[in-house]
T-cell receptor
Framework: DAGVTQSPTHLIKTRGQQVTLRCSPKSGHDTVSWYQQALGQGPQFIFQYYEEEERQRGNFPDRFSGHQFPNYSSELNVNALLLGDSALYLC???????????FGPGTRLTVT | AQSVTQLGSHVSVSEGALVLLRCNYSSSVPPYLFWYVQYPNQGLQLLLKYTSAATLVKGINGFEAEFKKSETSFHLTKPSAHMSDAAEYFCAVSPENEKLTFGTGTRLTIIP
């Protein structure tokens, strides 16, 4: 049984560019959440998707947007990248509302 | 609003000694509580969760945690530390139907 998968593993972008990160949830899970983890910090909640709609959102600007597809996979898009967006981006999936969330290995984004 | 405080950003214990990682929470409603572990350059792995059943929760790798409502605590323990336990540990709180909020983490070092 495959767990949560994310792609790419690492990414380097320049300030002002746009980036798309991808996530496939654990089999049987229909809810996907995204988190940003800055170096030395705990993960910060960005948003959660369920039934292809954004259900909840953390304190992140509109530059951060997402999408969920009918197969429950999800994308995180960040526009107009800033140096401060450099972080590990984690995707987590769950089978019910805020049930135990299972995390993927993350995508390390570096903005130069 | 909910929050989590992890006391001690770094904890060192000798191999074979008791591991105690402290977590206090603040929540306006009965919370769901979680402990996650993160190994270097990896995502988060769920150790255990409390969801209002038994107050003593047993998790993977010999870890357990006790929910104490009177102390608003959910400390993580393991009777005997192994070298493989060296990692970053995160406590998280999630009131039902709300986002998962993480603490800032505790780095556990095992001394041979």
């Amino acid at each position: 049984d495959a767990g949560v998968t994310q792609s790419p593993t690492h990414l380097i972008k320049t300030r002002g560019q746009q980036v798309t990160l991808r996530c496939s949830p654990k089999s049987g899970h229909d809810t996907v959440s995204w988190y940003q983890q800055a170096l030395g910090q705990g993960p910060q909640f960005i948003f959660q998707y369920y039934e292809e709609e954004e259900r909840q959102r953390g304190n992140f600007p509109d530059r951060f947007s997402g999408h969920q597809f009918p197969n429950y996979s999800s994308e995180l898009n960040v526009n107009a990248l800033l140096l401060g967006d450099s972080a590990l981006y984690l995707c987590a999936s769950s089978a019910d509302t805020w049930g135990a969330q299972y995390f993927g290995p993350g995508t390390r984004l570096t903005v130069t | 609003a909910q929050s989590v405080t992890q006391l001690g950003s770094h904890v060192s214990v000798s191999e074979g000694a008791l591991v105690l990682l402290r977590c206090n929470y603040s929540s306006s409603v009965p919370p769901y509580l979680f402990w996650y572990v993160q190994y270097p350059n990896q995502g988060l792995q769920l150790l255990l969760k409390y969801t209002s059943a038994a107050t003593l929760v047993k998790g993977i790798n010999g870890f357990e945690a006790e929910f104490k409502k009177s102390e608003t605590s959910f400390h993580l323990t393991k009777p005997s530390a192994h070298m493989s336990d060296a990692a970053e540990y995160f406590c998280a709180v999630s009131p039902e139907n709300e986002k998962l909020t993480f603490g800032t983490g505790t780095r556990l070092t095992i001394i041979p």
